[in-house]
């Protein structure tokens, strides 16, 4: 038997050596343990055999059998002959380990789908009900009794009767004063939010489907009657069994298909009306991506979750004492299912109530809790400014129910489904508003408020620029009238109608702006019920004092810092990135000197419009008229007739509904031309 000759390289050697030195201090234990050095000559012909292995180029694949204090080296054993091709000891997987491909979870996002036939099942269930809103429009109107009024109540019963769904885009609806009157608007947002709960087995079911264990192994008390129903989900109590009192949050059964075929119907008629230019071509298409996405954020409560908590934290991090969020337990939640800390206090909405009512004797009884209803009116003031100037994202849907207060009058907001952000555009026109307001220049104030709106379709901006400055002007007088309503001076409101001017104008807003909007309305709707006398401007000072002492804290930290450690990677590559951005500014600078005021969307000329639309409707009837003749000639044919193709275009033309379809796509093709031709040009 001879062994094989290896040659040794000379690499790896602080490796091996690291490893005889362990084989070796293993030898010595060994022998501790057996009594004696008597074992040695046992294992020495192994220690020279290891030796000889890790000295040589085969170290590289050499391999130890388990990992830990167990390990022990293969026995590699002697081979025949000179370079034989034989098989060597393989290193196995550690643990249970089989598939070297294996992925870490994937980026997933809540998204549900409808077929064609649902979406038209709903659709024509939906359509019967507008039906009878239309016709209750038309018989008011013969009455002489129509009025936006009446026809909005209208608008929102319907809605509620269709159920869940729509009772959701009801209150989504209420936000876009940019698509519907302010009439409603205000009427939408009273929508109902009791809705019919789901049975409770269902409840149990989604639960356990998505903890992966039993409701029992979960909590220690589980209340099976909902004390929150609203239209996408139902809220219960309960106890883990760790002690803690929670609110489980469960996903209404096929409320995701259901709200898809809803949507797309919608899609559809709003093609249709753009395809019939009952409404200006383009004007739906950023609106309808914009309600499905919100409708859809909102079922998703991994999201609202991760919300919930990012201002939770915040809050903390920016020592704001007297507003928080509820913890969540995101062991225990998912997409369907969220288990938060149950939040304990008085509704925001009872307070008001009894406010309303002017009910002392419940007044009372809330200031004896502790809670004063003008602070929790600068709380929210202060709240509000916070989410605004500082915070990544703001509570979109702050209305009475969503809001418990407590004790020092702190408060807690909950339902983080609905969320705005602000872009770092839309937060420095913020700032800027906000200073023009300080210093009472109305035409900075018109100009920050129509940036907000750019790119502008073609307007007349001059003329929309003074309509929204007559109304800067009458809340900046109502603002100095110590006799002025509330609603006067609440920005709220002045957002509200802005918007509703911008719906004059045909001008789309984003989604984000609409949800400010929303907020600062629903924001100062609260605030002056609770307290009349407050002042919103000494509020903002009172904010705006905070906020700089936070700021200089911060700089502060930053400037010792760097007085104690030097300058770091950080702030040379900052310094890099300044300077290069400081020859694009100066580019950017002149670009800006050479354009128009106000952004405009790129509109094709008037007149090329007219050409491009002649041709479009040449080019489709020729093809239209050469199928539907040459149709009518080979039909004519199988019938025995055998027309030809000069009498099937007799035939055609004087067919009455080959006439009445051409008269309505004349009608259409008309109106969108007039529709392009009553816009304002801009640009060269």
Known sequence: MARVTIKPTGERRGATSRVQAAVRAGIERRQQRNGGPDVLPEISADLQALDSLLESPLAKVWTVEGIGPGARFVDFGEFEGEGEVAALPRRKAVGAATDMNAAPPMAHSVSFGAGGFATTKRLFFWLFAFVRFFGGNLLDTLRGRSSSKRSAVRLRETLESLGPTFIKLGQQMSVRADVLPYEYCAELSKMLDKVTPFPTEQAVEAIER???????EVFAVFDPKPIGSASLACVYQAFLKTGHKVAVKVRRPNIGPMLAADLRALGWMMSFAELTSLIRPGLTRNFGRELFDMLMEELDFNREARFTEIFRHRTKKERLDFVTAPRIFRELSSEEVMVSEFVSGVF?????????????????????????????????????????????????????????????????????????????????????????????????????????????????????????????????????????????????????????????????????????????????????????????????????????????????????????????????????????????????????????????????????YGATMLLRVTSFATVVHLVAILGIALGSRWTGQSMTMWESFIWLVGSLDYQIALLVVGLVVIRKTLMRFEDIDVGG
């Open 210 to 216: 998505s903890m992966g264990r039993k409701i029992t």
């Open 348 to 608: 925001l909405w009872e307070i008001l109530n009894a406010i309303d009512r002017e009910d002392h004797e419940t007044i009372e009884q809330i200031r004896a809790q502790g809670i004063e209803p003008e602070q929790v009116a600068r709380n929210m003031a202060e709240l509000f400014n916070w989410e605004s100037m500082e915070g990544i994202l703001f509570h979109a849907d702050p209305h009475p129910a969503n809001i418990v207060c407590r004790p020092g009058s702190t408060i807690v907001l909950i339902d983080f489904g609905a969320c705005g952000r602000f872009s770092s555009k839309t937060r420095r026109l913020f700032h800027q508003l906000h200073y023009y307001m300080n210093i009472e220049d109305v035409q900075g104030m018109v100009e920050c408020s129509i940036s907000m709106l750019e790119p502008l379709p073609p307007i007349d901006v001059d003329r929309f620029t003074k309509e929204v400055e007559s109304l800067y002007w009458e809340m900046m007088y109502a603002s100095k009238d110590d006799y002025a309503e509330w609603w006067e001076k609440a920005s709220g409101v002045l957002w509200i109608r802005f918007a509703g001017l911008a719906r004059r104008y045909n001008i789309p807003i984003n989604l984000d702006t609409l949800r400010l909007f929303r907020a600062t309305f629903l924001y100062d709707t609260v605030m002056f019920r609770l307290w009349k006398e407050l002042d919103l401007d000494k509020e903002y000072q009172r904010y705006f004092k905070k906020f700089g002492r936070r700021s200089k804290k911060r700089v502060q930290k930053d400037v010792r810092r760097r007085l104690i450690k030097g300058l770091d990677n950080r702030d040379y590559q900052r310094i890099e990135e300044t300077m290069r951005m400081g020859n694009q500014m100066l580019g950017r600078i002149q670009h800006f000197l050479d354009t128009p005021r106000h952004n405009f969307a790129s509109v094709i000329g008037k007149a090329a």
